[in-house]
């Protein structure tokens, strides 16, 4: 595969033809928030989070999505990068009922991580406060739509990895949502095998075993690489991560 | 007592909150000792003032804005204070007592006044008596200019000792990197 170099903040760096400008700074220890993203499952560009600047394109372009091109000058983190990664965390935050306070997911969010991370200190937009649903006619777990951020992980997760296809996304725009089966109750889907992976890779507390109480359902997100090296090196490696 | 125009005259108010804020703040223990020497409490409510004086240097918010009495209040607090800082995530984001406005004011009076009432179930209606609610509860700084936050569900009191003392000696307190949390 042919070498590619390129500049990110100033200073050079080679990487492989085919990779994602998101796959090289994680590489090289270089800092981008992202949410939509999750290493093992596709990419599907969709938070905007990771957007960097690229010298001679006036577009903003999405990490996780862009591939590396020879001679690319990259800028990773810049006052006009940063503005638009606090818009974005200012506006999820709005357009959800997220309440850290009373949430199980509390100290253990990567919403609240990537608050704290583009210093968000206000919100400036008005809140929404949606009338959204809970679903917990599932035996082992609930679905809090308040609390969903849209990342579909939980979509990807369950048909890439699990290979349910349990969960879609239904709606657009504001009325965007997710839906199990064909949009009946979680609890009562045939193809659902209680498998968790799901409740595992969901970012915020949209998703959480039942019985947790505030701020006591942690995400072990190490699973997933586990499940796909063994499937694809037949290596067992360590789940703790 | 001698020289108490020359301190900071520091105000706290309690609109829309639990007064878990005002309790963390009470949590300062021998620090408030320290505190009562540099500072003068002209309004709180530990302390029977009235009416919001004028001229405050710094004044802590704690609650989200919820009635119109708190509406009101919070444009008093603006004209008066120098500094207004939002004091915990109610005032900051409207946090639990935001939590009331998916529903409708008028399901909210029922249930608190009719449903959950053990002995007498009549609804509130003089607004002279009993401040009406707003139709959603939402942050301060939605409704006048805020000008530091104190985050936390309540700010620890390490938290407030370090927005006090960077207030009082005139810078106003960054959060971004130290005590920035939310919950
Ligand atoms: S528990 Fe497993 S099978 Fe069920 S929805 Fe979640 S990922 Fe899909
Ligand atoms: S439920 Fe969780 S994983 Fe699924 S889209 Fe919402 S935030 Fe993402
Ligand atoms: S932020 Fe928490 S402690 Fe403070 S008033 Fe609101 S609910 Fe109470
Ligand atoms: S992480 Fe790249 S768009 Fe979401």
Redesign the pocket.
């Known amino acids: 595969m042919a070498v590619k170099t390129l500049t990110i903040n100033g200073d050079q760096y080679s990487a492989q033809e085919g990779e994602s400008i998101l796959a090289v700074c994680r590489q090289h220890h270089i800092p981008i928030p992202t949410l939509c993203h999750l290493e093992g499952l596709s990419t599907v560009g969709a938070c905007r989070l990771c957007v960097v600047q690229i010298e001679g394109n006036p577009r903003l372009l999405p990490a996780c999505t862009t591939k590396v091109e020879e001679g690319m000058i990259i800028q990773t983190s810049t006052p006009k990068l940063e503005k638009y990664r606090r818009m974005i965390v200012a506006l999820l935050a709005s357009e959800g009922n997220h309440v850290c306070a009373v949430c199980v997911a509390n100290n253990h969010c990567e919403l609240q991580d990537l608050a704290y991370q583009v210093g968000l200190v206000r919100v400036r937009y008005p809140y929404l406060y949606p009338d959204k649903k809970l679903d917990a006619t599932h035996r082992e777990y609930v679905?809090d739509h308040n609390r969903?951020?849209?990342?579909?992980?939980?979509?990807r997760v369950c048909d890439e990895v699990e290979g349910a296809h349990v969960?879609d996304v239904a709606g657009r725009g504001i009325n965007c949502e997710?839906v199990s089966g064909l949009g009946g109750n979680w609890g009562d889907t045939q193809t659902c095998t209680e498998c968790g992976k799901?409740v595992m890779?969901?970012?915020?507390g949209?998703?959480f075993e039942k019985g947790v109480t505030v701020s006591e359902m942690e995400k072990k997100k190490g699973f997933l690489k586990y499940i796909i090296t063994a499937r694809q090196k037949k290596e067992w490696i360590s789940q703790s991560e | 007592m001698a020289g108490t125009e020359t301190k900071p005259r520091v105000a706290t108010v309690w609109l829309g909150g639990c007064s878990g804020c005002h309790m963390s703040f009470l949590d300062l223990d021998e620090r408030l000792l320290d505190l009562a020497d540099k500072i003068q409490l002209v309004y709180s409510p530990i302390a029977d003032v009235k009416e919001f004086p004028q001229n405050v240097d710094i004044t802590l918010v704690e609650g989200a804005v919820t009635n119109d009495e708190n509406e009101e209040m919070a444009h008093i607090i603006r004209k008066h204070s120098r500094y207004v800082l939002s004091f915990g995530d109610c005032a900051t984001t409207g946090n639990v007592t935001a939590m009331r406005n998916r529903f409708g004011t008028e399901a909210l009076i029922d249930r608190a006044y009719q449903e959950l009432a053990d002995i007498s179930n009549s609804k509130p209606n003089d607004h002279t008596l009993i401040a009406q609610l707003l139709p959603q509860a939402i942050p301060l700084h939605h409704v006048i200019r805020v000008d530091a936050f104190l985050h936390g569900c309540p700010p620890t009191p390490d938290e407030i000792w370090f927005a006090i003392n960077e207030l009082l000696n005139g810078r106003i307190p960054v959060f971004n990197t130290q005590f920035l949390r939310y919950g």
């Open positions: 679905m969903c951020v849209l990342c579909t992980r939980c979509v969960w997710i799901c890779v969901c970012p915020t949209a998703l």
